[in-house]
């Protein structure tokens, strides 16, 4: 299949292609008013430096992105950025046979997500695509709308970081901004996940099927089925850990006294730092000075470690919701190595739940319960 030049190519009514559009100055297809249900069906959006799609409150109706190819580039490589976005409005977007590929670390620009639907209450759904290589998130949105992402392959997320701790992570954040919103439908359905060890070391994990905090929300159905997740430890299985760290942070660059055990490994996470801060090593300076992510309060510390943790839960993290009326966690297959557990509740309800099927692919014995081994939880081989 040979696909269509977004710059050249007839387009949709109501989308035109701008050369210089995007807020990196490079292309840009935009589908505003006139735009009804467009459907941009085998188009190459990484020509040209790459092009960003986008569309406003005037298209309506359902956007449709098929059998094309978004690939980053300097035309779309801008901090807080994205190579698709649906701006307001309410247009559902449908992604089907395409790949997106954020091309990190060639572009090193922390975008906001590959994917990003700032709509009311629009649905997401995502089939039989990639979205590979992404800075920090693969999709992020405010919509309350249906999610529904099936057949597709995500490999690499959180690979640049801003925060804190490192970017934490998941396949899609729900923004949500409404107070007791319901949430009516999350599903991922037969995705491959993959979080590999060059990560930030704080993806929270794949599946994130939450609201805001504060919020109030409501989460009606939360599905996560026949999913295969493969987790790694941050810096690879031979990173070196470190402890009895003392030191000084100043500018975001921490100072560490001579006489620690083990070694500081860039891309692990370092805890107990001024005012309890935590951070990811971003580099390493010299021997003794490391760049640090995010803003760590500046001052003196004693008695941090470096972790290779990678995720928090391998599979599913609930919290936020004040209700959760159903939840079905069913045969999923799961390399859990890096992570703290396989599913966490942190102290949501949860009226059904159906958890059963879900297996360790490191040991082929079952993932059962939600939580650590001290509560029952079953995550070979962590516990």
């Not at 692990?268 to 803003?295: E, F, N, W």
Request: glycine content about 10%; some cysteine.
């Amino acid at each position: 299949m040979v696909l269509l030049d977004p710059a050249t190519a007839p387009l949709p009514t109501g989308c035109v292609y701008k050369p210089t559009g995007s807020p990196a100055k490079g292309g840009l297809v935009y589908c505003g008013k006139g735009a009804v249900s467009p459907t941009l069906d085998g188009y190459d959006f990484s020509l040209h430096g790459c092009i960003v799609f986008q569309s406003d409150a005037n298209a309506t109706g359902r956007v449709t992105l098929s059998n094309s190819k978004f690939v980053n580039g300097p035309g779309c490589s801008f901090k807080f950025g994205y190579l698709i976005k649906i701006v307001n409005g309410n247009s559902d977007l449908l992604l089907i046979n395409d790949l997106i590929d954020e091309a990190y670390p060639q572009y090193t620009t922390p975008l906001v997500a590959s994917v990003v639907t700032n709509t009311a209450t629009a649905s997401l759904t995502v089939l039989n695509s990639a979205i590979l290589n992404a800075s920090s998130r693969p999709l992020s949105g405010t919509s309350s709308g249906p999610l529904d992402i099936e057949n597709s392959v995500f490999a690499g997320f959180v690979l640049s970081s801003t925060a804190n701790t490192g970017q934490h992570g998941e396949l899609f954040l729900h923004g949500c901004p409404v107070v007791q919103a319901v949430y009516a439908s999350i599903v991922y359905r037969n995705n491959v996940i993959l979080v590999p060890a060059d990560c930030n070391g704080t993806v929270t994990a794949p599946f994130y099927p939450n609201g805001l905090s504060e919020k109030e929300n409501e989460i009606h159905s939360f599905v996560a089925d026949h999913n295969v997740v493969v987790t790694n430890y941050a810096g690879g299985v031979n990173s070196a850990v470190a402890s009895n760290i003392s030191g000084s942070v100043a500018n975001n660059i921490m100072t560490v006294d001579a006489g620690y055990t083990g070694a500081i490994t860039v891309q692990s996470t370092v805890v107990r730092l001024p005012k309890g801060a935590a951070a990811t090593v971003m580099s390493r300076i010299s021997d003794l000075q490391y760049q640090l992510s995010g803003s760590v309060p500046d001052g003196t510390f004693t008695g941090a470690n470096t972790m290779r943790v990678t995720t928090s839960a391998a599979l599913a993290e609930m919290a936020y919701a004040v209700l959760y009326h159903y939840v079905t966690i069913t045969n999923n297959f799961v390399d859990p190595t890096g992570s703290f557990s396989c599913v966490q509740n942190l102290g949501s309800p949860v009226g059904n739940l159906d958890m059963s099927g879900n297996e360790s692919l490191v040991t082929g014995t079952p993932i059962t319960g939600v939580g650590y081994g001290a509560g029952g939880a079953h995550c070979p081989p962590l516990f």
